[in-house]
């Protein structure tokens, strides 16, 4: 390919497979979770592309069954992070130097193993190590995570093609170089292509990576590092050390060769990391980069002209899909009076259609919150609106985690916009509302915008359009995703890059050419055909 100039073209999303009853795909998914059920892994540490295994282990669990162990993996101490780092440096230079078009092509493998060999494989993990339905999986283990190293394919060849002008006498160009060093590619629990995309969208630009996966994805985790190797990606581009944060951190900030950081998670968390990257700024070979996607408050805003029923569906959706465990999901939702009593309506008619358990049943829309601490986090916020005189709890309430972690979607009310659950991040199936005058909805606009510290995703309702502009012109700021008439979730990649700024994060759009880009340092380069001879100006001579 260095003898040929290749764009890879603007991929199509990948289609999502519906999974109706005697489909291939739902059969196929259905025997792999009988075999996954039924078995448990060990899962080493993957360093260099040797397994490494510590002694000291954790277990993988079942959300929604937490007495079912799934796999016991290793975790890294402060020797094996060192080892993860030399390894990841060993690989820099060959991979690198490597022709974009073939880190390109490992990663459009990876995706077309997922694709088809691997679906069941990957959507099975994530449905039961992080309880996600046939759906939720489909969306997130699949269909996103292909269109990520798909369209990342595209938009690398959009970057690596822009050049420079040359003017007469010379030859103008910019190359592309991966970052000076490795980057810690620390991921979330609650998209495994997430987890994914922290990765290769910086292995895609000749990066190296270590990373520390969540504790409760590494099942999911584990299997994608098998099919990057199948794929095709060299020993130590990608280094999988699970482990605590604490420990793996503390040898990651000190390494001079940390280049950059690629982060989704708590706003505490990235919070944490900047300091650190902080204190140990004299150290490193240069400035690390550092792209965070952290909280959220996401809110629906719905004016006196929406359609209640579409208000309905979309704050029932977009609050209570995969639990409430989006960053996007909606948290808190504004609604005029008179609107009011027939959004309640709906939404209490889905609750009581939807049910709750175990993933493997299809039947059930609502699964179980990741693990223990999230649980106990949601029952006290919604024990808290439970005993409290501004709040009342509409919808919902129910906490049971004697099997599995199981939340019922709930709806608080209250008289309150500065409640405690309409302004802290909760991370679970619980929606918070505030009913206004119907002739106090600009007060409303200016509640939404400033009761938040984040600005990650929001939506708008409403029939009246100009209302509608006028209501998100205000909002500008309070998300970096912005919906009307839709749920604030659901963002696909190559359509909507997603992200968001104030405590949200850099909003460097995961899912464009924006993060891409973060993962280059440009090199401009001049090539003069014929110097200058002599040192006097025209006018001199």
């Avoid at 409430?324 to 999901?329: D, F, M, N, T």
């Avoid at 995703?481 to 963002?491: C, E, L, Q």
Wanted: proline letters at 5%.
């Amino acid at each position: 390919m260095r003898d040929a100039i290749y764009a890879f073209p603007d991929p199509a999303n990948e289609p999502v497979k519906t999974y109706l009853k005697g489909s291939p795909e739902r059969e196929a998914l259905e025997k792999e979770l009988k075999r996954q059920s039924s078995i448990e892994i060990e899962i080493p540490l993957i360093i260099g592309g040797k397994e490494v295994r510590t002694g000291n282990t954790g277990k993988v669990v079942m959300p929604h069954d937490h007495h079912h162990v799934l796999a016991t993996y290793h975790k890294a101490g402060p020797a094996e992070v060192r080892m993860a780092i030399d390894a990841a440096m060993a690989a820099h230079k060959q991979w690198s130097e490597t022709d974009w078009t073939v880190r390109a092509a490992i990663l459009m493998k990876a995706a077309e193993l997922i694709s088809t060999k691997y679906r069941a494989l990957m959507n099975a993990a994530t449905m039961l190590g992080q309880s996600k339905n046939f759906y939720q999986a489909e969306i997130d283990s699949t269909c996103e995570l292909i269109d990520f190293l798909r369209y990342n394919a595209h938009f690398a060849s959009e970057i690596y093609g822009f050049q420079p002008k040359s003017a007469k006498g010379q030859i103008n160009t910019v190359e592309y170089r991966a970052l000076e060093g490795f980057v810690f590619a620390l991921t979330p629990f609650n998209f495994t292509s997430i987890a994914s995309n922290l990765n290769m969208s910086p292995v895609l630009m000749g990066n190296v990576t270590v990373w520390k996966p969540s504790t409760t994805a590494i099942l999911s985790n584990y299997y994608l590092m098998q099919i990057y190797k199948e794929a095709g990606l060299p020993d130590g581009v990608v280094n999988f050390i699970p482990g605590q944060g604490s420990v793996i951190g503390k040898e990651i900030f000190a390494s001079k060769h940390l280049a950059g950081v690629h982060f989704t998670g708590s706003s505490a968390t990235f919070n944490t990391l900047w300091r650190q990257v902080g204190e140990n700024i004299d150290n490193y070979v240069n400035y690390p980069r550092l792209v965070g996607e952290t909280g959220g408050k996401d809110f629906i805003f719905v004016t006196p002209t929406a359609v209640a029923e579409d208000v309905a569906t979309a704050a029932f959706c977009g609050a209570f899909e995969f639990q409430g465990q989006k960053c996007s999901a909606a948290s808190r939702m504004y609604i005029p009076k008179s609107l009011w009593p027939k959004v309640l309506e709906g939404m209490k008619a889905f609750a009581a259609e939807a049910k709750m358990g175990d993933v493997c049943d299809p039947d059930n829309f609502i699964n179980a919150v990741i693990d223990e601490v999230s649980f106990d986090n949601i029952a006290a916020n919604i024990e808290y609106a439970r005993k409290s005189p501004d709040a009342e709890i509409v919808i919902g309430g129910g906490c049971d985690k004697s099997k599995g972690y199981f939340v019922e979607p709930t709806v608080i009310v209250t008289t309150d916009p500065h409640f405690k659950t309409i302004e802290e991040e909760i991370f679970g199936p619980v929606l918070t509302v505030y009913v206004y005058e119907d002739a106090e909805m600009d007060k409303a606009v200016e509640l939404c915008d400033t009761t938040s510290p984040y600005g990650l995703t929001g939506a708008v309702f409403g029939q009246d359009r100009m209302m509608v502009q006028a209501v998100a012109d205000k909002l500008r700021y309070a998300a970096g995703n912005f919906y009307i008439n839709d749920k604030p979730t659901g963002a696909v990649v190559g359509l909507q890059p997603f992200g968001g700024s104030r405590k949200s994060g850099t909003n460097d759009k995961a899912g464009g050419e924006f993060n891409l880009i973060r993962w280059a340092i440009p090199r401009a380069i001049k090539e003069t055909l014929v110097p200058a001879r002599g040192y006097k100006y025209p006018y001199m001579k």
